[in-house]
């Protein structure tokens, strides 16, 4: 992130920006935000991205200069598909989830929900898999809180900085909308959930130009009270609706260019 790193002795880079949208007709959208740390030796992953980040998750961390055996701590902060399928790139690091996440994603039905079954009960019996509680120092000034209400384990992960800090929220608070009206979207529990963006809230607030991270969105920082973003969203489709494979028709996916709806 331009102009805030390092922090707490690593360079912060978004790989991936999540997008806080959801598909009106082709179900769960999952562009979920990758990122990844370097600093104090290692090289940390926090979420991976699904299936269709695959391919772009090779590519940025290439872009980069980092190969998948390179990356040594992979930290999820919960079970979903949009953040954890490809831990099975990332097989020699160290490859961390919250205890409670991990036991309550084992019992969920298949087929059923946004739980990858094979992928978890795989991960259950991984060598390399590190089980977090809450409170826990991650690595060198990151520490894992527990912040239910998306997931009953979801875990939300702080690095302190020497004067700021960066939460990395994920989906515990996965958009803007959500921070700012203190509801949140797809909760099992919404008095839970509120509660967790009020804890988010007072980290945020306890130290001036600290920078959250969500799930689905861009970074913010806190200005006069208010989140700020900071970078430019990126989202389009091209999409082919002639006869041939070289004219397509692009769709901006931002706030400039469609029309909302409240
Ligand atoms: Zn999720």
Redesign the pocket.
């Known amino acids: 992130m331009a102009g805030l790193n390092p922090v707490g002795g690593y360079e912060i880079d978004v790989l991936v920006q999540g997008y806080p949208g959801r598909s009106l007709y082709h179900g769960w959208l999952g562009w979920?935000t990758i990122v990844l740390l370097r600093g104090h030796r290692r090289v940390v992953l926090i979420d991976t991205g699904g299936f269709n980040q695959r391919k772009l998750l090779a590519d940025r961390l290439s872009e980069r200069g980092v190969t998948p055996g390179q990356v040594t701590d992979l930290l999820l902060?919960?079970s979903?598909f949009?953040?954890t399928m490809n831990w099975t790139r990332f097989r020699d690091a160290r490859i961390a989830i919250g205890r409670v996440e991990l036991e309550w994603c084992l019992q969920q039905p298949w087929g059923e929900t946004?739980v990858p079954e094979l992928y978890m009960r795989e991960l259950q019996a991984w060598p390399g898999l590190r089980l977090l509680e809450d409170g826990e120092e991650v690595l060198p000034g990151i520490t894992a809180r527990l912040a239910p209400g998306?997931?009953p384990g979801?875990l939300i992960f702080i690095l302190r900085g020497e004067d700021h800090d960066v939460i990395f929220l994920?989906?515990a608070v996965?958009n803007r909308a959500e921070l700012v009206s203190r509801q949140i979207d797809?909760t099992y529990d919404a008095a839970v959930a509120t509660a967790t963006v009020e804890m988010v809230w007072g980290l945020w607030r306890s130290r001036p130009g600290s920078v959250v991270v969500p799930?689905h969105d861009l970074p913010m920082r806190l200005e006069d009270g208010l989140p700020r973003y900071l970078g430019e969203r990126r989202a389009a489709l091209a999409a082919w609706f002639s006869d041939n494979l070289q004219c397509t028709t692009e769709f901006e996916l931002t706030a400039d260019s469609l029309k909302s709806h409240s």
């Open positions: 979920s902060s919960h979903h949009d953040h946004e998306h997931t979801h994920q989906d996965k797809m799930g």
